[in-house]
Protein backbone atom coordinates (compact mmCIF):
# COMPACT_ATOMS: atom_id res chain seq x y z
CA UNK A 1 0.00 0.00 0.00
CA UNK A 2 0.86 3.54 -0.60
CA UNK A 3 0.10 6.61 1.01
CA UNK A 4 0.14 10.51 -0.30
CA UNK A 5 1.25 12.32 2.37
CA UNK A 6 1.06 15.83 0.97
CA UNK A 7 0.11 19.36 2.80
CA UNK A 8 -2.68 19.87 3.91
CA UNK A 9 -6.35 22.12 2.85
CA UNK A 10 -8.49 24.46 4.14
CA UNK A 11 -11.47 22.06 2.81
CA UNK A 12 -10.01 18.68 4.02
CA UNK A 13 -9.78 20.01 7.97
CA UNK A 14 -12.46 18.52 9.63
CA UNK A 15 -11.70 15.34 7.92
CA UNK A 16 -8.02 15.42 9.23
CA UNK A 17 -9.31 16.68 12.80
CA UNK A 18 -11.70 14.34 13.01
CA UNK A 19 -8.77 11.33 12.24
CA UNK A 20 -6.78 13.26 15.02
CA UNK A 21 -9.72 13.12 17.69
CA UNK A 22 -10.93 9.35 16.41
CA UNK A 23 -6.61 8.67 17.44
CA UNK A 24 -7.02 10.03 20.69
CA UNK A 25 -9.51 6.97 21.83
CA UNK A 26 -12.22 9.64 20.33
CA UNK A 27 -11.24 12.33 21.86
CA UNK A 28 -14.27 15.07 22.36
CA UNK A 29 -13.99 18.57 22.03
CA UNK A 30 -16.12 21.79 22.16
CA UNK A 31 -16.71 24.12 18.95
CA UNK A 32 -14.89 26.82 20.54
CA UNK A 33 -11.90 24.63 21.31
CA UNK A 34 -11.97 22.74 18.11
CA UNK A 35 -12.13 27.03 16.70
CA UNK A 36 -9.11 27.73 18.54
CA UNK A 37 -6.87 24.93 17.67
CA UNK A 38 -7.79 25.40 13.73
CA UNK A 39 -6.73 29.11 14.36
CA UNK A 40 -3.67 28.50 15.93
CA UNK A 41 -2.34 25.74 13.54
CA UNK A 42 -0.76 26.72 10.21
CA UNK A 43 -2.32 24.66 7.30
CA UNK A 44 0.99 24.98 5.07
CA UNK A 45 2.91 23.52 8.02
CA UNK A 46 0.22 20.38 8.58
CA UNK A 47 0.36 17.07 6.64
CA UNK A 48 -2.00 14.47 5.45
CA UNK A 49 -1.54 11.37 4.67
CA UNK A 50 -4.36 10.12 2.04
CA UNK A 51 -5.43 6.37 1.14
CA UNK A 52 -7.19 7.57 -1.94
CA UNK A 53 -9.50 10.44 -0.80
CA UNK A 54 -9.65 8.99 2.70
CA UNK A 55 -7.46 10.63 5.62
CA UNK A 56 -5.21 8.07 7.21
CA UNK A 57 -2.44 10.03 8.73
CA UNK A 58 -1.97 13.21 10.51
CA UNK A 59 0.98 15.44 11.52
CA UNK A 60 1.62 19.33 12.56
CA UNK A 61 4.67 21.18 13.19
CA UNK A 62 3.31 25.02 15.27
CA UNK A 63 6.00 27.62 14.63
CA UNK A 64 8.04 28.52 18.09
CA UNK A 65 11.04 30.27 19.23
CA UNK A 66 12.14 27.69 22.33
CA UNK A 67 14.75 29.16 24.57
CA UNK A 68 17.88 27.50 25.05
CA UNK A 69 21.24 27.53 27.22
CA UNK A 70 22.08 31.09 27.09
CA UNK A 71 18.68 32.98 26.73
CA UNK A 72 18.57 32.78 22.97
CA UNK A 73 15.09 32.77 21.17
CA UNK A 74 15.85 29.86 18.95
CA UNK A 75 13.11 28.89 15.85
CA UNK A 76 11.71 25.57 16.46
CA UNK A 77 9.46 23.70 15.06
CA UNK A 78 6.74 22.26 17.02
CA UNK A 79 5.33 18.43 16.30
CA UNK A 80 1.87 17.63 16.87
CA UNK A 81 -1.35 17.01 16.31
CA UNK A 82 0.37 13.32 15.27
CA UNK A 83 -1.90 10.15 14.44
CA UNK A 84 -2.17 7.25 12.12
CA UNK A 85 -5.50 5.30 11.74
CA UNK A 86 -6.17 2.26 13.43
CA UNK A 87 -6.79 0.66 10.29
CA UNK A 88 -3.11 1.73 8.50
CA UNK A 89 -1.18 1.06 11.63
CA UNK A 90 2.66 -0.59 10.65
CA UNK A 91 2.15 0.07 6.91
CA UNK A 92 5.02 3.14 7.15
CA UNK A 93 1.90 5.77 7.55
CA UNK A 94 3.85 7.24 10.30
CA UNK A 95 7.53 7.05 8.92
CA UNK A 96 6.51 8.57 5.64
CA UNK A 97 4.68 11.84 7.37
CA UNK A 98 8.21 11.90 10.07
CA UNK A 99 10.42 11.95 7.02
CA UNK A 100 8.34 15.01 4.96
CA UNK A 101 8.24 16.57 8.04
CA UNK A 102 11.73 16.63 8.97
CA UNK A 103 12.50 17.74 5.32
CA UNK A 104 10.35 20.26 5.39
CA UNK A 105 11.42 21.56 8.65
CA UNK A 106 14.98 21.85 7.36
CA UNK A 107 13.92 23.69 4.52
CA UNK A 108 12.22 26.74 7.01
CA UNK A 109 15.59 27.02 8.69
CA UNK A 110 14.93 25.74 11.93
CA UNK A 111 17.45 23.87 13.44
CA UNK A 112 15.05 22.75 16.17
CA UNK A 113 11.95 20.33 16.21
CA UNK A 114 10.43 19.36 19.72
CA UNK A 115 7.60 17.24 20.66
CA UNK A 116 5.26 16.23 23.61
CA UNK A 117 5.17 12.22 23.16
CA UNK A 118 1.51 10.05 23.73
CA UNK A 119 3.74 7.12 23.80
CA UNK A 120 7.50 7.60 24.30
CA UNK A 121 8.87 4.52 22.54
CA UNK A 122 7.80 5.75 18.94
CA UNK A 123 10.11 8.73 17.76
CA UNK A 124 13.35 7.51 19.32
CA UNK A 125 14.11 5.79 15.60
CA UNK A 126 13.50 9.52 13.70
CA UNK A 127 15.93 11.10 16.37
CA UNK A 128 14.32 12.54 19.29
CA UNK A 129 16.14 11.95 22.34
CA UNK A 130 14.00 12.99 25.96
CA UNK A 131 15.34 16.73 26.68
CA UNK A 132 13.29 18.04 29.45
CA UNK A 133 11.64 16.22 32.53
CA UNK A 134 8.48 17.52 34.58
CA UNK A 135 7.86 17.15 38.65
CA UNK A 136 4.64 15.88 39.57
CA UNK A 137 3.17 15.84 43.65
CA UNK A 138 0.57 14.78 45.55
CA UNK A 139 0.72 17.12 48.62
CA UNK A 140 -0.51 15.86 52.02
CA UNK A 141 -1.15 19.57 53.40
CA UNK A 142 -2.94 18.47 56.48
CA UNK A 143 0.25 17.42 57.57
CA UNK A 144 3.37 19.17 55.67
CA UNK A 145 3.64 23.08 56.34
CA UNK A 146 6.23 25.91 54.26
CA UNK A 147 8.60 27.78 55.92
CA UNK A 148 8.61 30.74 54.11
CA UNK A 149 11.42 33.41 52.33
CA UNK A 150 11.42 36.97 54.06
CA UNK A 151 8.91 39.42 51.92
CA UNK A 152 6.09 37.07 51.90
CA UNK A 153 3.80 38.75 54.11
CA UNK A 154 4.60 42.04 51.67
CA UNK A 155 2.69 40.44 49.04
CA UNK A 156 -0.81 40.44 48.36
CA UNK A 157 -3.21 38.14 47.19
CA UNK A 158 -6.53 38.82 45.24
CA UNK A 159 -8.42 36.98 43.24
CA UNK A 160 -9.42 37.28 39.64
CA UNK A 161 -11.48 36.07 36.59
CA UNK A 162 -8.69 33.87 34.42
CA UNK A 163 -10.07 35.73 31.44
CA UNK A 164 -10.14 39.16 33.22
CA UNK A 165 -6.37 39.04 33.97
CA UNK A 166 -4.97 37.07 31.09
CA UNK A 167 -2.85 39.92 30.01
CA UNK A 168 -1.00 40.72 32.83
CA UNK A 169 -0.55 36.86 33.00
CA UNK A 170 0.94 36.85 30.06
CA UNK A 171 3.20 39.68 30.68
CA UNK A 172 4.68 37.58 33.62
CA UNK A 173 5.12 34.19 31.65
CA UNK A 174 7.18 36.46 29.31
CA UNK A 175 9.47 37.71 31.44
CA UNK A 176 10.57 34.31 32.46
CA UNK A 177 11.09 32.65 29.29
CA UNK A 178 14.54 33.90 28.77
CA UNK A 179 15.36 32.84 31.78
CA UNK A 180 14.69 28.98 31.52
CA UNK A 181 15.57 26.93 28.61
CA UNK A 182 12.59 24.41 26.89
CA UNK A 183 10.44 27.56 27.58
CA UNK A 184 8.37 28.81 24.58
CA UNK A 185 7.79 31.96 23.62
CA UNK A 186 3.89 31.90 23.27
CA UNK A 187 2.60 33.52 19.63
CA UNK A 188 0.00 35.25 19.48
CA UNK A 189 -3.47 33.57 20.28
CA UNK A 190 -1.04 30.94 23.04
CA UNK A 191 -2.59 32.77 25.96
CA UNK A 192 -5.86 31.26 25.15
CA UNK A 193 -4.97 27.84 25.27
CA UNK A 194 -4.08 28.62 29.04
CA UNK A 195 -7.98 29.72 29.95
CA UNK A 196 -9.20 26.02 28.17
CA UNK A 197 -11.44 24.94 30.56
CA UNK A 198 -13.08 21.14 29.52
CA UNK A 199 -16.13 20.26 31.73
CA UNK A 200 -15.59 16.82 31.29
CA UNK A 201 -11.44 16.76 32.65
CA UNK A 202 -12.84 19.05 36.12
CA UNK A 203 -13.35 15.22 37.30
CA UNK A 204 -15.97 16.86 39.52
CA UNK A 205 -14.00 19.76 40.60
CA UNK A 206 -14.81 23.58 39.97
CA UNK A 207 -14.31 25.89 37.14
CA UNK A 208 -11.16 27.29 36.28
CA UNK A 209 -10.14 29.57 39.35
CA UNK A 210 -7.25 32.22 39.14
CA UNK A 211 -5.47 34.26 42.30
CA UNK A 212 -2.48 36.86 41.05
CA UNK A 213 -0.28 38.09 43.32
CA UNK A 214 0.92 42.32 43.72
CA UNK A 215 3.77 43.55 45.30
CA UNK A 216 3.62 47.42 45.22
CA UNK A 217 0.67 48.16 42.90
CA UNK A 218 2.66 45.11 40.00
CA UNK A 219 1.42 41.81 38.93
CA UNK A 220 4.25 39.84 39.60
CA UNK A 221 2.92 36.86 39.63
CA UNK A 222 -0.21 34.23 39.51
CA UNK A 223 -1.92 30.93 40.10
CA UNK A 224 -4.75 28.31 38.06
CA UNK A 225 -6.25 25.67 39.83
CA UNK A 226 -9.33 24.03 40.54
CA UNK A 227 -11.08 22.77 43.90
CA UNK A 228 -12.93 19.69 44.80
CA UNK A 229 -14.60 19.28 47.82
CA UNK A 230 -14.46 16.17 49.60
CA UNK A 231 -16.16 14.59 52.89
CA UNK A 232 -15.33 11.83 55.19
CA UNK A 233 -16.71 10.81 58.51
CA UNK A 234 -13.81 12.28 59.83
CA UNK A 235 -14.38 15.37 58.41
CA UNK A 236 -13.35 17.03 55.13
CA UNK A 237 -10.64 16.00 52.47
CA UNK A 238 -10.81 17.97 49.66
CA UNK A 239 -8.51 18.71 46.65
CA UNK A 240 -7.20 21.58 45.23
CA UNK A 241 -5.46 20.74 41.67
CA UNK A 242 -2.47 23.00 40.52
CA UNK A 243 -3.22 23.86 36.51
CA UNK A 244 -0.69 26.56 36.26
CA UNK A 245 1.86 29.04 38.37
CA UNK A 246 4.30 31.61 37.19
CA UNK A 247 6.60 34.54 39.35
CA UNK A 248 8.55 36.89 39.30
CA UNK A 249 10.25 36.56 42.61
CA UNK A 250 10.99 34.14 45.45
CA UNK A 251 8.41 36.23 47.27
CA UNK A 252 5.83 35.95 45.64
CA UNK A 253 6.66 32.49 44.54
CA UNK A 254 6.46 31.37 48.34
CA UNK A 255 3.01 33.29 48.85
CA UNK A 256 1.31 31.67 45.97
CA UNK A 257 2.49 28.03 47.16
CA UNK A 258 1.73 29.39 50.57
CA UNK A 259 -2.27 29.74 49.60
CA UNK A 260 -2.16 26.55 47.53
CA UNK A 261 -1.44 24.73 51.21
CA UNK A 262 -3.89 26.54 52.72
CA UNK A 263 -7.08 26.85 50.94
CA UNK A 264 -10.18 25.91 53.22
CA UNK A 265 -11.82 22.11 53.88
CA UNK A 266 -8.62 21.09 51.29
CA UNK A 267 -5.98 18.84 52.57
CA UNK A 268 -4.33 17.67 49.51
CA UNK A 269 -2.62 19.84 46.43
CA UNK A 270 -2.46 17.91 43.15
CA UNK A 271 0.67 19.33 41.03
CA UNK A 272 1.71 18.14 37.59
CA UNK A 273 4.18 19.19 34.90
CA UNK A 274 6.20 21.66 37.00
CA UNK A 275 10.23 22.35 36.80
CA UNK A 276 12.55 19.72 38.24
CA UNK A 277 14.08 22.31 40.67
CA UNK A 278 10.93 23.85 41.87
CA UNK A 279 11.92 26.06 45.08
CA UNK A 280 8.34 24.92 47.08
CA UNK A 281 10.92 21.30 47.26
CA UNK A 282 13.32 22.97 49.70
CA UNK A 283 10.60 25.03 51.64
CA UNK A 284 8.07 21.76 52.59
CA UNK A 285 8.49 20.10 56.31
CA UNK A 286 8.37 16.67 54.67
CA UNK A 287 8.84 16.17 51.36
CA UNK A 288 7.95 12.26 51.31
CA UNK A 289 4.97 13.38 52.26
CA UNK A 290 4.52 15.23 48.81
CA UNK A 291 4.85 12.15 47.09
CA UNK A 292 7.54 13.69 44.18
CA UNK A 293 7.55 12.03 41.10
CA UNK A 294 9.33 12.56 37.78
CA UNK A 295 8.15 11.91 34.21
CA UNK A 296 9.53 12.93 30.59
CA UNK A 297 8.08 15.98 29.08
CA UNK A 298 10.06 17.29 25.84
CA UNK A 299 11.33 15.05 23.37
CA UNK A 300 14.37 17.14 21.57
CA UNK A 301 15.52 16.95 18.26
CA UNK A 302 18.11 18.56 16.25
CA UNK A 303 17.41 18.69 12.65
CA UNK A 304 20.52 21.06 11.72
CA UNK A 305 23.81 19.93 14.24
CA UNK A 306 25.38 22.80 13.37
CA UNK A 307 23.30 25.82 13.72
CA UNK A 308 22.22 24.21 16.59
CA UNK A 309 24.66 23.53 19.16
CA UNK A 310 26.03 26.97 17.48
CA UNK A 311 22.59 28.69 18.84
CA UNK A 312 23.22 28.18 22.24
CA UNK A 313 25.97 29.01 25.10
CA UNK A 314 27.86 26.59 27.60
CA UNK A 315 28.60 26.70 31.25
CA UNK A 316 32.23 26.12 31.16
CA UNK A 317 34.68 26.32 27.75
CA UNK A 318 34.79 23.14 25.44
CA UNK A 319 36.43 22.35 22.60
CA UNK A 320 35.29 18.46 21.07
CA UNK A 321 34.69 17.30 18.29
CA UNK A 322 31.67 14.93 18.10
CA UNK A 323 30.94 12.15 15.93
CA UNK A 324 27.74 12.11 15.24
CA UNK A 325 25.12 8.97 13.53
CA UNK A 326 22.30 10.21 12.30
CA UNK A 327 20.61 7.33 9.84
CA UNK A 328 17.48 9.48 9.57
CA UNK A 329 18.64 12.76 8.61
CA UNK A 330 21.97 11.79 7.08
CA UNK A 331 22.92 15.57 6.47
CA UNK A 332 23.77 15.85 9.82
CA UNK A 333 25.94 12.68 10.08
CA UNK A 334 30.19 12.97 10.42
CA UNK A 335 32.24 15.02 12.23
CA UNK A 336 31.51 18.38 14.51
CA UNK A 337 33.77 20.55 15.96
CA UNK A 338 32.20 22.57 18.67
CA UNK A 339 33.82 25.50 20.09
CA UNK A 340 32.38 27.64 22.96
CA UNK A 341 31.83 28.92 25.93
CA UNK A 342 29.24 31.34 27.95
CA UNK A 343 29.40 33.82 25.59
CA UNK A 344 28.98 32.36 22.30
CA UNK A 345 29.42 29.21 20.30
CA UNK A 346 30.58 27.94 16.32
CA UNK A 347 30.14 24.51 15.30
CA UNK A 348 31.18 23.39 11.89
CA UNK A 349 32.02 19.86 9.69
CA UNK A 350 35.87 18.95 10.25
CA UNK A 351 37.96 15.91 9.29
CA UNK A 352 39.45 16.00 12.57
CA UNK A 353 39.66 12.71 14.92
CA UNK A 354 36.60 12.67 17.15
CA UNK A 355 36.49 12.91 20.71
CA UNK A 356 33.14 11.71 21.47
CA UNK A 357 30.83 9.32 19.51
CA UNK A 358 26.99 9.82 19.76
CA UNK A 359 23.62 9.46 17.87
CA UNK A 360 21.54 12.60 16.54
CA UNK A 361 19.34 11.56 19.84
CA UNK A 362 21.99 11.80 22.36
CA UNK A 363 22.29 15.30 21.87
CA UNK A 364 18.72 15.97 21.44
CA UNK A 365 18.36 14.82 25.23
CA UNK A 366 21.80 16.80 26.28
CA UNK A 367 20.90 19.68 24.52
CA UNK A 368 19.09 21.77 27.11
CA UNK A 369 21.12 21.12 29.83
CA UNK A 370 18.69 18.33 31.33
CA UNK A 371 20.50 15.25 30.69
CA UNK A 372 24.29 14.78 31.64
CA UNK A 373 26.52 13.52 28.57
CA UNK A 374 28.37 11.57 31.60
CA UNK A 375 24.81 9.69 32.20
CA UNK A 376 24.26 8.96 28.69
CA UNK A 377 27.49 7.17 28.64
CA UNK A 378 27.12 5.45 32.04
CA UNK A 379 24.23 3.78 29.92
CA UNK A 380 26.37 2.85 27.05
CA UNK A 381 24.78 5.56 24.55
CA UNK A 382 27.96 7.45 24.39
CA UNK A 383 31.72 6.56 23.73
CA UNK A 384 34.63 8.73 24.82
CA UNK A 385 37.45 8.35 22.43
CA UNK A 386 39.64 11.10 23.61
CA UNK A 387 40.30 10.86 27.36
CA UNK A 388 38.73 13.79 29.65
CA UNK A 389 36.44 14.85 26.54
CA UNK A 390 33.70 13.69 28.07
CA UNK A 391 34.10 15.71 31.64
CA UNK A 392 34.87 18.67 29.46
CA UNK A 393 31.29 18.17 27.31
CA UNK A 394 29.62 17.11 29.79
CA UNK A 395 30.46 20.37 32.41
CA UNK A 396 29.83 22.70 29.16
CA UNK A 397 26.49 21.43 28.07
CA UNK A 398 24.92 21.64 31.81
CA UNK A 399 22.54 24.42 32.43
CA UNK A 400 21.96 26.30 35.84
CA UNK A 401 18.48 25.41 35.71
CA UNK A 402 16.39 22.54 34.92
CA UNK A 403 15.10 23.20 31.21
CA UNK A 404 11.43 22.88 31.66
CA UNK A 405 8.13 22.69 29.21
CA UNK A 406 5.46 24.51 30.84
CA UNK A 407 2.50 23.66 28.99
CA UNK A 408 1.54 21.01 26.00
CA UNK A 409 1.14 22.06 22.53
Known sequence: MTTDVRVLRRDEWDEWYGNLMRAFAGMEESPEEQALWDELTHLDRSLGAWDEEVCVGTAGAFRFRLTVPGGASVPT???TMVSVAATHRRRGVLTSMMRRQL?????????????????????????YGVGTFQLGAEIDTSRVHLSVPPGTDDVRLRYAAPADVLDACEAVYARLVPGRPGMPAREPGWERVALLDRPGERDGAS??????????????????????????????????????LAALDPATDAALWRFLFGIDLT??????GR?????????????????PRVRDALHVRLVDVGAALQARTYQAPVD????????????????WRLTGDAKGASCARTTDAADL???????????LGGVSLTALAAAGRVRELRQGALAEASLAFGSAVAPWLPHGF
Open 103 to 127: DDIRGWGEPLAVLTASEPAIYGRFG
Open 275 to 291: PLDEAWQHLVSDIRRCA
Open 77 to 79: AGV
Open 267 to 272: TTLTVR
Open 207 to 244: ALQCVVAERDGEITGYARFRTKLGWEVTGHNGTVALKD
Open 357 to 367: SLSVRELGSAY
Open 320 to 335: VVFEVEDAFCPWDEGR
